[in-house]
Each structure stands twice: as structure tokens, then as C-alpha cells.
């Protein structure tokens, strides 16, 4: 378990560096704010220089920082540079948006010696990292993540994938980027529903593994919802820090890793049921870490209380902890958010095992678990508390 | 490097086994003429029991083979048993046909405790190890190979994929099988110009490894041709073993295991002028493994002379050696054939590196090797003595 310290002086360097230590497959991410010199560059030149160079972003990440990015990759010397902008939205992260970048690559002729530049927010990240692993049969990729929730949590670890119609990131494959470039100045332009997004999987570390962090991040709330660069870099470092120890713990989710999902299983299904366009992942999470930690109560794991707890802590960073909670201007259809519907989606978990679901729960702030054999009736009663 | 031996008596045991020794993801190839007793049925027992199974076929093999396999994997107690049907043939090895295995997966309920089968010859056998390797970041799967081909070549040893319009297996994953059941009494329903475009990939390792293996093809050439059981079983056992050494030196091909490619940059550009559906596989790497030892002569790798006893080789065989050699009926557009056009489609072979060609040739028979930056002049030499 890594310790939650909070002595580091964030002003102390202007680049930091995280390494995720995967034996032959470790990587850097460096946290800084430019990527045309210092370490980012040296570490563009090591991966990029006579190489051919596809970048994929977003149409909206694109004209804010396409340019930036694109100066900074063509001072490294590819052989060739192209990009690929994808609609912006969980709706677009599709197989048919994922071969759509293939044929880039295909009309790029991007071969084993090419590299793969991710910029943009998980669905950026995630798709671009499954193209990368499928493309030849797995090709380096760099992630250049420019939302909190990326920064924290998608562009670290390895997970890639794209959603099927059944399910969220159903397909997909474990691929770690060669590189993880984080510039936290990028976040000053992320949307403030897109930035608490990404604080509800900062925020899940904690209640996982450090209460400390939890306590901190509630202390710093103001900071935090303001962006002062300076908590938002000791944020994504301290995240990054966690998310290493754990995947460096178990790469590929045999086991430990499975915590990270806290949240998650309830999250999907409520994104699924909003066809991806209604709650952002991070306020879906949200919500499913006050039905994991409710659940957690109901099964008698935790004490009296957890749920309303974890409820508090969400409003407190200006989350949702339930579908009365939603973000201004964000209508469901209440009658489509059933406990049966819910867990209906929730059968497809990638974690459900023999038929049985498979859960993560907290015992109290900062300690989780993996619990197996959860009942659909348990589920149900939880679960009728939070819909109409 | 395996030696190849004549001494094993083909009659000596009823079934046999070959072990993929990969570490924490070896696994047996099974010999054996019974999928529902033995050897077969135990390792179906241990993967398949009490969970779910999908099978993935063809409309070819599953009226022949489907219910036998079917009955023996039901003995084996899975949880649920499905299968999926896809059409017959190279030019199906597509994104939407993989898809259509995962929407099959979603829809009965297949999660990471499920296991998929594939009962197929090569394009089955990739098909079916994709969806494995990308459907929740990878499951379990067995091949079950019904095509020569399949069986000396394309079950064993984890490359898994699907085509590209640009190019054969451009979109894939390694991802061993647990287990591969190879029945060789299935080969006696294989149409002949299946059968011997198998012939063209078991010869490939004595070309690039052994020429007492080529010799003894030669000399069992009538026996191989019809088909006879006990020389089928060497043959395919001894492939085996000549895939097993390679790939445990090089799982994922970062050096060695690119010499079973010889005649495969040539082939795949084949294919792809005639759209997956003129020459079969083993047909155009016959033709482009006379194309590699030409090639090998024309850059004094090898004495002059190599191309010619390669030809000899395949038309031994029943092979085509060039494209005035095709088996009967089968028309090209001689026009469409040309040193240009091919040498187009191989710049996106997997192997190309920096824009330069890198091709496997032979020294001699029995010796391959991989030969970096041969130009498209060279290439263009070679090919003008092949195309009209």
C-alpha cells in the first residue's frame, strides 16, 4: 500500500516523474507543463525521431492543443506526422470509430516502427490504446491525457478498450503506452462537469487504500474546485503514485487490481442505461460508490452509517451521490433507472464469475474488497433506495 | 533448432502430445482421433466444466464436425453451450464478422469465466483467438483445427487476427490457446487444393530448417497426397514440434520467430490482388516462397539454382509455383498481377522497418534468414520474371 503523505512541496521541481514499474514494459509519467522541452521532449525524441507519428485526439480537444502538441512531436523528428480526430463523447467510443482509426493508420502507412500519440480524455486514451494494441499485433503508444479523469486514472495501467453495444469497454485488451505525458495547465480549459468528473476517481483512491487522502482532498476542496496548479499537481501525482503501487502489484486484474473498480459495476450500468450520453463516467461512479459503500452497510461489511458518509463526501466535491443530485440541466428518464434495469446490466460485468456478482465493498473509509456471490436480491433492496 | 527424426513409429501410441512451452502459459497440442474420451475430453473437462462455452465454425466444418463436437464438449459439463456460424472463407475474415462472434458472446452471457471454441481451419482458428484476446481484455480459448493447415501451422503458437482491407492480419493480438485438439482423421472431407495449400506451409519448416524434413516429404509424397493416417500423424506432429521450438524461443516474434514468415510478404500481397478469394493461402505462400529463394539467388545469398529446386519442391507437391501453375479452373487477371502492384500491398507487411523491406530468404535448403533493406529495385527484378 503506498502512503498518502502530504509533506512533498508542490513547487518544489517543475517536472516530476512517476514511474510504473512493469519489468520490461515500465514507462514514465511525467508530470509537466510543456512538452517541447525538458523531459517530455527527451522522451519524445526516444520514441518518436525517424519513426512515422499518428496522433488521435478529439474535435474538441484538437483546436485547443492539436497545434501545441504537433510543433512539440515535429522538434522530435518523426519521418512522418499525421492526426485522426474523433467526435467528442463516450457515445463515439465504438467499433466503428476504433477501425476508423485503424484505416488512418493503414492510409498512413503506420508500421511496427510507428508510434501512436493519444491526446485527449479517457475516451481518447482508452481508444487509441486498443488501436494501438491491435494494430500489427500491438504498437507503442504515448498518452498525452488532457482531462483530470485521464490524468488520474485512464491513461495509467494498461487498460484499453471501446464500449459494445452490451456493455462498457467489453472489448478491449491490456497494452501499457511506452510514455504518459501529464500537463495538468491543459485542465484550466476541461469543462467544471468534466473536471468533477475526474475528482470522483481521485477521490476513489482514497476511499479505497487512504483515508488520509480523503481527508486531505475534503480539506482542499476549495483549491481543488478553483484548479490552483498547485494542488492539482500534488492531486494527479499523489493519484499516480497509487494507481503504480497497484498495477505494478497486478498488471492485468487477477486479483488486487480489481479494487480500482470500486463503484464501477454500478457506474456502467447506469451509463449503459443513458446510452453514454446522459451521466459523464465520473459522475456515474460517483453515484456507484454511494450504492457500493450502502451495499457495503446493507451486507453488514460495514458499520451503520458509510453510506451516507461517502454520500456526503461526493456533494462535498460537488458530485452527484444519487439520481435526485444530478447536475443542473441533466434530466434521466426516472422510469428507465429501475433496479431491475440496473442489474439487468449488470450481468455483463466483466468481474461476474459462475453467474455470480462480484463486487467491490468497503469495510469503512480507505479499506475495500473484493466480495463474491452478492445476491440479485441484495442488490435489488440497495438499489430501490436510490431509484424512483 | 529441432532436429527431425524418421525413427518414431507413427502406430507406436494412440495419442500424442506436443507441449507449447511458454511458461506460465504453456499448453498441450493433443493428437488424437477421439474429441470425447482420452486426452480430449479430460483437458475439455478441466477448461469447459461448469461454465459457459460458445463454439465458433464455419458453414462448412459445422455440418460436418459440429454435433460430434458439440456432444463431446456437453459431456464435459459446461455451464451452457452455444455456437456461432460464420460464413466459409478468406474474404469473411473481417471486422464485422469478429463483431458478430462478440455480439454473439454478449448476447449469452459469456463473461471472463467463459470459454470459447473454435472448430475451423485457419480463418476460424484467428477469428476465434481475436474475439478470445479482445472480448473483456481476454478469455480462455481451445482450437480445435480442421484444415492441414490449421493443424501444422495456424492453431499453434497464439497470432491471432483478422484482415484489413490494406492487408491480411493487420488487426490482431498474441493470445495463446489453453489447449489445441488436433484430429487428423477430420482431413479425409478436406478438398484437395485445401489439402495441399496445408502441404505448403508443413514444407515451409524444412525449407527454412530442415531439408531431411523436405527430403522426407518428398520421398512420402505419394502417401502424403493420399492421405494416408499414420504418415498424416508424423507429418502434423513433427510441424508441431517445429512450431513449439520456435515459438518458445520468441513468443512474440522479435527476432527468430519472423523465419516463419519466409513466402509470406510475397503471399500476403498475392492474396490481397486477388481479394482473399482467388488463391488460397498455402497457394501464394507456395508461389512466394519460389519468390523468396529467386529473390535469395538474385542477391547471391544463395547459389544460383535455389529457385528452381524450390519450384521443383512445390510442383512435387501439387503446389503452384508461379502464377502460369495455378490449379485448374482457377482464373487471375494476368494484368492485375504486376511487380508494381505487389510490391505496393508489401510495404505494409508487419516486417517492413523504416520504409525498408525486410524479407526472410534462404541460404540454402534448410537455412533461413532475415534479410534487412532489400530495395523495391531488387524486388522489382525478381517479380518481372513472375508476372507476365
Known amino acids: 500500500m503506498t502512503a498518502f503523505s502530504e509533506s512533498a512541496d508542490p513547487h518544489r521541481q517543475h517536472e516530476r516523474c512517476v514511474t510504473i514499474d512493469l519489468g520490461s514494459r515500465s514507462y514514465p509519467v511525467i508530470l509537466s507543463d510543456a512538452w517541447d522541452s525538458g523531459q517530455p521532449q527527451n522522451l519524445l525524441q526516444q520514441h518518436v525521431k525517424d519513426r512515422p507519428v499518428a496522433i488521435v485526439s478529439n474535435d474538441t480537444v484538437w483546436p485547443l492543443y492539436g497545434e501545441t502538441l504537433l510543433q512539440a512531436v515535429k522538434k522530435a523528428g518523426p519521418s512522418h506526422c499525421s492526426w485522426h480526430v474523433l467526435p467528442d463523447g463516450e457515445n463515439h467510443k465504438t ?25 485527449g480524455g479517457g475516451v481518447v486514451c482508452d481508444m487509441t490504446g486498443f488501436a494501438a494494441a491491435s494494430w500489427m499485433r500491438g504498437i507503442p503508444f ?58 470522483a476517481e481521485a477521490v476513489k483512491y482514497g476511499l479505497i487504500q487512504s483515508a488520509p487522502f480523503v481527508d486531505w482532498m475534503l480539506r482542499n476542496r476549495r483549491n481543488l474546485l478553483h484548479r490552483e496548479p498547485g494542488v492539482l499537481n500534488q492531486l494527479v501525482q499523489q ?20 479494487v480500482l473498480n470500486l463503484g464501477h459495476t454500478f457506474g456502467h450500468a447506469i451509463e449503459n442505461l443513458g446510452h453514454y450520453r446522459t451521466l459523464l463516467h465520473g459522475e456515474a461512479v460517483a453515484i456507484g460508490m454511494v450504492m457500493a459503500a450502502t451495499l457495503s452497510e446493507h451486507l453488514g461489511l460495514a458499520r451503520p452509517g458509510l453510506g451516507k458518509k461517502v454520500a456526503g463526501i461526493m456533494q462535498a466535491l460537488g458530485l452527484p451521490s444519487d439520481f435526485s443530485s444530478l447536475p443542473a440541466g441533466i434530466d434521466i428518464e426516472a422510469d428507465e433507472y429501475t433496479p431491475e434495469a440496473l442489474i439487468q ?7 461476474v464469475s459462475h453467474g455470480r456478482h ?18 440479485e436480491a441484495d442488490l435489488r433492496t440497495v438499489l430501490q433506495a436510490f431509484c424512483a
Chains 1, 2 share one sequence.
Not at 511506452?178 to 484550466?188: F, K, P, Q
Not at 446490466?345 to 468481474?351: A, C, E, P
Request: hydrophobic share 45%.
Open 95 to 119: 467499433p466503428a470509430q476504433w477501425l476508423a482509426i485503424l484505416d488512418h493508420l493503414a492510409n498512413n502507412g503506420l508500421t511496427r516502427d510507428g508510434v501512436l500519440l493519444a491526446l
Open 142 to 199: 504515448i498518452q498525452v491525457p488532457t482531462t483530470l479523469l485521464a490524468q488520474v486514472d485512464a491513461s495509467v495501467g494498461g487498460k484499453t478498450g471501446i464500449n459494445h453495444l452490451a456493455g462498457k469497454n467489453l472489448i478491449g485488451a491490456f497494452h501499457q503506452p511506452v510514455a504518459v505525458l501529464v500537463n495538468t495547465r491543459v485542465l484550466t480549459t476541461l469543462p467544471e462537469r468534466e473536471f468533477r468528473s475526474g475528482l
Open 239 to 258: 493519484c499516480c503514485q497509487f494507481k503504480a503501487h497497484i498495477v505494478r502489484e497486478d498488471e492485468t486484474e487477477q486479483g488486487r487490481r480489481a
Open 345 to 351: 446490466r449488470m450481468r455483463l460485468d466483466k468481474k
Open 358 to 375: 462480484r463486487l467491490i465493498l468497503l469495510k469503512e473509509l480507505g479499506q475495500a474488497d473484493m466480495v463474491d456471490g452478492v445476491t
